[in-house]
C-alpha cells in the first residue's frame, strides 16, 4: 500500500496549495484531482482556474476592452476604425490562460515534489493508527493509500433550482455561460449576485440585452450600503436590467428561447430570452467523498465541520476551501490550505477571517474588507467614516475612468481601522492596501500619516483615511462629514 504523510483531496486552490506548502516542508504527499478538461484529460486548480476566477476574468477584461474601444477612447481623440468582434479567438485567448495556469500548477507539483493522482478520492472509516484513503484513478483500478495526515478540499459546485432545471445550451450555470459561443441577442440570468454580476457584465458589454431576476429586494445587501446603491445605478446605466424582489416561478425552453415566468410587486410576469444562466449560489461538493464512518461530520448546511484550524472532528482530517464555512472565495481557501499544511508540520499560524477581502470584478469594480456601517450599527459601535471620490482624484480623472469612491470605517474611540470600502477603477487591487492596513491593526491616522504616490488611485484611500478625523486635503470645508 503506497503511504504518505499528507494526501490532499481536490486540487483546487484550497487543495494544491495545502499540497504545495506540505511538500515544501517535506512531508511525502500526494493530492488526488477528478477533474477532467474539456479535452478530457486530467487538470489541476479545480474551479477557480478552470471554470471560475481565471476564465470569468479573462472574458471581463476582453470584454471591458472591447467596451472601452467602442465607447471610451473618443473623449480621448482617439478614433478606430469598424469595430470587429469574434468570439471565438476570445474564448481561444481564455481557454489559452486556463490551460496556462492549469499546466502551471501540475509543474508546481512536479518542481516541490507533490504527486499528483488523477482520479477520485474517498476517506475510508476511521480507525487507530493511519488514515486510509480510496484511490479510484481515471484509467485503472481501484487502490487504497495510506497517510498520516488527510486535508479534504473538494470544492463547490452551483446550486440549481427547481424552476429552471439547466439544459445543456439554453439554461446554463456558471460553466456553461464561459462558453457561449456568440453572443446571446437577449440574456437572463438568475441572481444579481458576484457570478450573475460579472457574467451579466461579459454578455452586456458585447451586446446582450440582459435581464437580471434577483430575489431579494436590497441590491447587494452584503456590500456597503452606498456603494450598493451607487453600484446599482451604475451598472443600470451600463444597460444591465436588474429587477429586485422577483420570485421566478418556471423557465422552459420554447421553439429555441427560453420563456421565463416570475412575480414581482406588480404581478405575474414573462420574459423571453436566448440564453439564461442560473447563478444563485454555490454549495458544499461532499458527493462520494466520505465513508458513512469517515469521523468527519457535516453542518446543518452541509458544509464539512471544521474548527478555527480547520480541523474536523476526526482526528488527522482537515477540511479547507469552499467546502467548509466562511466565503467561498479562492484566496481564503488557499490561506487555509498553507495553514493546514503548516500546522501538520508543527507551525502556529492562524487564518485571519477578520481580513478576508471580497471583490466583485464589473467596471467599476467593488471590493472590500472588514465591516460595514450597517453590521457596525447593529451591533451598536461607534464609529466614524471618511469618503473620498474618484472624481476628485487626479490619475481617475486623467484615466477618464472617475466613477466611485472609498470609504473608510473607523473605531469612533480608538480609531482602530474596522472597515475599507471601495467602489471603483483597480478597487481589487487597492483594497489590498487596506487588508494590510487592518492586518497591523492600524489606524486611519496611521494610513493618513502614510506618503502615497501622486498621481494614484490609491491617494483616494489616502484620503478617505484623512477624512475620517476631517483632515482630507483635497476637499472643500463644507464637504467635510
Ligand atoms: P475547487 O476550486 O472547487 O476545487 C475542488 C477540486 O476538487 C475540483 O477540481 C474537484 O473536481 C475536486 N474534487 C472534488 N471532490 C473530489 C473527490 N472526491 N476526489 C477527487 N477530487 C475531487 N473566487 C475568488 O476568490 N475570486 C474570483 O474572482 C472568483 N471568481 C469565480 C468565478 C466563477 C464563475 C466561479 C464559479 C467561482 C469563482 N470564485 C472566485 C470562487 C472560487 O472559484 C472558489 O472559491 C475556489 O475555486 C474554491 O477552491 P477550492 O479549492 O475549495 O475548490
Ligand atoms: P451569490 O450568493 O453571490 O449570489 C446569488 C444571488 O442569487 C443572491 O443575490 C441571491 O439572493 C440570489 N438568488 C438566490 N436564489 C434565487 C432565486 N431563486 N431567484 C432569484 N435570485 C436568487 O452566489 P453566486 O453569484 O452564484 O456565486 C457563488 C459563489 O462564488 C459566491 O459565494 C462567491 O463568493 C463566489 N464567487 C466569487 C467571485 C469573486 O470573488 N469575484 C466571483 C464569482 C463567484
Not at 387 to 400: C, E
Amino acid at each position: 500500500m503506497d503511504n504518505y504523510d499528507v494526501i490532499v483531496v481536490g486540487g483546487g486552490p484550497a487543495g494544491y496549495a495545502a499540497a504545495i506548502r506540505a511538500a515544501q516542508l517535506g512531508m511525502r504527499t500526494a493530492c488526488i484531482d477528478k477533474s477532467v478538461a474539456k479535452d478530457g484529460t486530467p487538470t489541476l486548480g479545480g474551479t477557480c482556474l478552470n471554470w471560475g476566477c481565471i476564465p470569468s476574468k479573462a472574458l471581463l477584461d476582453a470584454s471591458h476592452k472591447y467596451v472601452e474601444a467602442r465607447e471610451g477612447l473618443g473623449t480621448l481623440g482617439i478614433g478606430t476604425g469598424p469595430l470587429t468582434l469574434d468570439i471565438a479567438t476570445m474564448m481561444a485567448h481564455k481557454d489559452g490562460v486556463v490551460g496556462k495556469l492549469t499546466a502551471g500548477i501540475g509543474g508546481l507539483f512536479e518542481g516541490n515534489g507533490v504527486t499528483a493522482l488523477a482520479g477520485h478520492g474517498k476517506l475510508l472509516a476511521a480507525q487507530p493508527g493511519n488514515r486510509h484513503v480510496e484511490f479510484v484513478p481515471h484509467d485503472g483500478e481501484p487502490q487504497v493509500l495510506e497517510a498520516t495526515h488527510v486535508v479534504l478540499a473538494p470544492g463547490s459546485v452551483p446550486v440549481d433550482i427547481a424552476p429552471a432545471p439547466l439544459t445543456e445550451e439554453l439554461i446554463v450555470d456558471s460553466t456553461g455561460a464561459l462558453e457561449f459561443d456568440s453572443v446571446p441577442a437577449r440574456l437572463g440570468v438568475i441572481g444579481a449576485g458576484v457570478i450573475g454580476l460579472e457574467l451579466g457584465s461579459v454578455w452586456g458589454r458585447l451586446g446582450s440585452e440582459v435581464v437580471m431576476l434577483e430575489a431579494l429586494p436590497d441590491f447587494l445587501p452584503m456590500a456597503d450600503r452606498r456603494i450598493g446603491r451607487d453600484a446599482l445605478r451604475e451598472f443600470k446605466r451600463q444597460g444591465l436590467d436588474i429587477r429586485l424582489g422577483t420570485r421566478v416561478m418556471s423557465a422552459a425552453v420554447n421553439d429555441g428561447a427560453v420563456e421565463v415566468t416570475y412575480q414581482d410587486g406588480d404581478g405575474d410576469q414573462t420574459l423571453t430570452v436566448d440564453k439564461l444562466i442560473v447563478a444563485v449560489g454555490r454549495r458544499p461538493y461532499t458527493e462520494g467523498l466520505l465513508a458513512a464512518d469517515s469521523g468527519v461530520n457535516l453542518d446543518e448546511r452541509g458544509f464539512l465541520y471544521v474548527n478555527d484550524l480547520c480541523a474536523t472532528d476526526a482526528p488527522n482530517v482537515y477540511a479547507v476551501g469552499d467546502v467548509v464555512r466562511g466565503p467561498m472565495l479562492a484566496h481564503k481557501g488557499m490561506e487555509e490550505g498553507v495553514m493546514v499544511a503548516e500546522r501538520i508540520a508543527g507551525h502556529k499560524p492562524l487564518v485571519n477571517y477578520d481580513c478576508v477581502p471580497s471583490v466583485i470584478y464589473t467596471h467599476p469594480e467593488i471590493a472590500w474588507v472588514g465591516r460595514t456601517e450597517d453590521e457596525l450599527k447593529a451591533a451598536g459601535d461607534d464609529y466614524r467614516i471618511g469618503t473620498f471620490s474618484f472624481g476628485a482624484t487626479g490619475r481617475a480623472l486623467a484615466a477618464n475612468d472617475a466613477t466611485g469612491m472609498v470609504k473608510v470605517v473607523a473605531d469612533a474611540e480608538t480609531d482602530r481601522i474596522l472597515g475599507v470600502h471601495v467602489f471603483g477603477p483597480q478597487a481589487s487591487e487597492l483594497i489590498a492596501q487596506a487588508v494590510i492596513a487592518m492586518e497591523f491593526d492600524a489606524s486611519a491616522e496611521d494610513l493618513g500619516l502614510t506618503m502615497f504616490a501622486h498621481p494614484t488611485l490609491s491617494e483616494a484611500v489616502h484620503e478617505a483615511a484623512l477624512g475620517v478625523g476631517g483632515n482630507a486635503i483635497h476637499m472643500l470645508n463644507r464637504q467635510r462629514k
